[in-house]
T-cell receptor
Framework: GIQVEQSPPDLILQEGANSTLRCNFSDSVNNLQWFHQNPWGQLINLFYIPSGTKQNGRLSATTVATERYSLLYISSSQTTDSGVYFCAYDYKLSFGAGTTVTVRA | DGGITQSPKYLFRKEGQNVTLSCEQNLNHDAMYWYRQDPGQGLRLIYYSQIVNDFQKGDIAEGYSVSREKKESFPLTVTSAQKNPTAFYLC????????????FGQGTRLTVV
């Protein structure tokens, strides 16, 4: 099966900092999405991004399908950005291991 | 309001008992999914369904069962055969069988004592 690597596994940011999260895939994937899981466990869909670039406020995502990776950018981070960020892919909606982000005030 | 409803939010059961977790969606989505999450871990797929009366095993289906008798409902039964059932269970749905974004319920925290 397809292997996915999310990096970094953990990230500590000072409020206002920018960061980049990455998902690398061992093969071409479809249906790529990014989710944020808040500290209460709720998963929120951030982007459906099989290719190209999308932006939503301080967040943006880029997927380069031909090179088998996707990036999530967080700009001007806020404490509410804390949580775990997952990439997911394929029709079965398989998940990466996640990046735990902690934003400090 | 449209969305995915999981109930209950917290559930306690004695070891050896079967327990059913509810997942209902009013989004008219075709596909539904069940995941298990252990503390500090990612999401592992238990079962998924792309159409009524059909479902497929995920990566960790042993000890679990599902049904999909209605498009809106995808209940998960945690059976006594599941050796370590205590976990956080998440249900999701997506509009089409392939290619569109998924949405999650708020989860059920199951504790078996």
């Amino acid at each position: 099966g397809i292997q996915v690597e999310q990096s970094p596994p953990d990230l500590i940011l000072q409020e206002g900092a920018n960061s980049t999260l990455r998902c690398n895939f061992s093969d071409s994937v479809n249906n790529l999405q990014w989710f944020h899981q808040n500290p209460w466990g709720q998963l929120i869909n951030l982007f459906y991004i099989p290719s190209g670039t999308k932006q939503n406020g301080r967040l943006s995502a880029t997927t380069v399908a031909t090179e088998r990776y996707s990036l999530l950018y967080i700009s001007s981070s806020q404490t509410t950005d804390s949580g775990v960020y997952f990439c997911a892919y394929d029709y079965k909606l398989s998940f990466g291991a996640g990046t735990t982000v902690t934003v400090r005030a | 309001d449209g969305g995915i409803t999981q109930s209950p939010k917290y559930l306690f059961r004695k070891e050896g008992q079967n327990v059913t977790l509810s997942c209902e969606q009013n989004l008219n989505h075709d596909a539904m999914y069940w995941y298990r999450q252990d503390p500090g871990q990612g999401l592992r797929l238990i079962y998924y369904s792309q159409i009524v009366n059909d479902f497929q095993k995920g990566d960790i289906a042993e000890g679990y069962s599902v049904s999909r008798e209605k498009k809106e409902s995808f209940p998960l039964t945690v059976t006594s055969a599941q050796k370590n059932p205590t976990a956080f269970y998440l249900c999701a749905s997506s509009p089409l069988r392939y290619g569109t974004e998924a949405f999650f319920g708020q989860g059920t925290r199951l504790t078996v004592v």
